[in-house]
């Protein structure tokens, strides 16, 4: 028996594939969990349907995300903070501070989006990436300067 499948299932493929299963194992688990829909014409169609409404809707996202990633790349960050001695911080610049710096110029981003090794922890220039989208980065200037 052909079913559709609405959800991932491990042993049998992706949502959206035509899988051959028993009759029973569609009958009494796949379509009581709504794991599957019957591979009828009707269903089928609707589910290229779906699939070409989603892609148009990723398409969208993508392209938004594409477009916040050309803002980030602008934006330029100057600190001032305390040295110690030799170029070494008081203390240090981590993702919470950056991602608070963003928010005030208007971007909307999670703190695990600042993908900071470790704090920085010394005066210069430094190239921050933020993680935006799953494959979309932006690369943030944060320029770390002495406090006078």
Known sequence: MKVILTEN??????????????????RNYLYPKGLALEATGRNVRELEHQKRM??????????????LAEKLNQVKIV???????????YGSVSAVD??????EKGF???RKS??????????????VPVRIDA??????????????
């Open 9 to 26: 299932i491990l042993s049998l493929g992706q949502i959206g594939q035509v899988v051959n299963v028993a009759p029973g194992y569609a």
């Open 54 to 67: 989603l892609a148009k809707k990723r398409e969208q996202v993508r392209q938004e995300m594409l477009s």
């Open 79 to 89: 600190l001032q903070r305390k040295v110690v001695e030799e170029d070494k911080l």
């Open 98 to 103: 950056l991602i608070s710096i963003l928010e």
């Open 108 to 110: 909307d981003l999670s």
């Open 114 to 127: 600042v993908q900071l090794d470790q704090p920085i922890k010394q005066l210069g220039e430094f190239s």
């Open 135 to 148: 494959d979309v980065t932006a690369h943030v200037s944060v320029v770390v300067e002495k406090e006078e």
